[in-house]
């Protein structure tokens, strides 16, 4: 099953369960033209995430740091990191990636292998993300371990999670060993991190009222001035045009899941004009809140 629809609590961590309890991995093939506005938002999960571009490219950000993976090309996504992704390309960029959690890695929970060689690469703040190009030798064969696994997934056979577990320590092993500066090191961003997630939160908390920047800025004690820097270098947008963002969003789950009227759903998400929510709405989505709707329930019907 693709996600295509990314939910989120209101810190930003991502809803969506990857897998199950007795492997709690998933792994998806998905194009972006079939993502709401073209991208996967703002989110972040507890679990590693993998991207291999098939098609096209992608323009992948964290907190103050973003690259662009081509066709070919791989990134990792360490846990806990907020992350976005959108299309970097004329055609319809094309990824496969695998989500999955930390502890597989480790054969037993918490035993040596977890804690000598995954846990201080995930406790590693400075590590946002990693990108394989393919140029080096052990990149490419990176590369081809989580390629191989992917084609045996893409099969549904009844031994496909041990192939992808295979793969996943062999990644894991050869990423180690090859790029031994990824450990946790002592200098970290946390004061930066909880900063940003607590402009986040609020805005997540309080989209429904109406609220300024000194609102957000009074979140995280700052001045609204370096309200409008931590954004701009943070997330590459400002603090309004987050909350907009944020508020279409939450407008495509309730025109989805709800047969709310198109203004209650506009009053119910921080709009006091349904009037503007539909024209903001157009220019993010390229279509009405109502045809947005019709075309979801079409599309529903189809399956």
Not at 107 to 125: A, D, F, Q, S, T
Not at 129 to 156: M, P, R
Not at 294 to 303: A, C, D, E, I, V
Request: glycine share 4%; net charge neutral; aromatic share 12%.
């Amino acid at each position: 099953m693709q996600i295509y629809k990314i939910e989120t609590e209101e810190n930003g961590r991502e809803l969506t369960i990857h897998g199950n309890h007795d492997f709690p991995c998933g792994s998806y093939d998905e194009r972006f033209s079939h993502f709401v506005s073209g991208e996967v938002p703002w989110h972040w999960h507890s679990e590693i995430e993998i991207v291999l571009v098939i098609e096209g490219a992608t323009k992948v950000e964290c907190l103050n740091s973003s690259d662009i993976v081509k066709t070919g090309e791989m990134i990792f996504i360490n846990a806990n990191t907020l992350h976005k992704l959108t299309n970097h390309s004329k055609e319809d960029c094309r990824i496969l990636n695998v989500v999955f959690n930390p502890k597989m890695l480790g054969g037993v929970g918490y035993g040596l292998i977890y804690k000598k060689h995954v846990l201080p690469v995930i406790n590693n703040k400075e590590l946002l993300f990693y990108k394989f190009c393919g140029d080096k030798a052990w990149h490419k064969t990176a590369i081809n371990e989580l390629i191989s696994a992917f084609d045996v997934w893409a099969e549904q056979g009844s031994d496909r999670e041990f192939y992808m577990n295979i793969a996943l320590m062999k990644f894991w092993h050869i990423f180690c060993t090859n790029q031994q500066d990824i450990i946790a090191s002592q200098s970290t961003t946390k004061g930066h991190e909880r900063r940003v997630q607590s402009l986040l939160n609020f805005i997540h908390s309080n989209y429904k009222e109406r609220i300024s920047i000194a609102d957000i800025s009074q979140a995280a004690n700052i001045s609204e001035s370096e309200c409008y820097r931590i954004f701009r270098n943070a997330l590459s947008c400002s603090p309004n045009s987050y909350l907009l963002d944020y508020r279409l969003r939450r407008s495509v789950q309730l025109l989805t899941e709800s047969n709310k009227k198109i203004a209650d759903i506009a009053y119910e998400i921080g709009f006091n004009c349904s009037t503007y929510f539909a024209k903001k709405f157009k220019q993010a989505f390229n279509v009405t809140p109502m045809q947005f709707r019709k075309n979801y329930r079409l599309t529903l019907g189809k399956l």
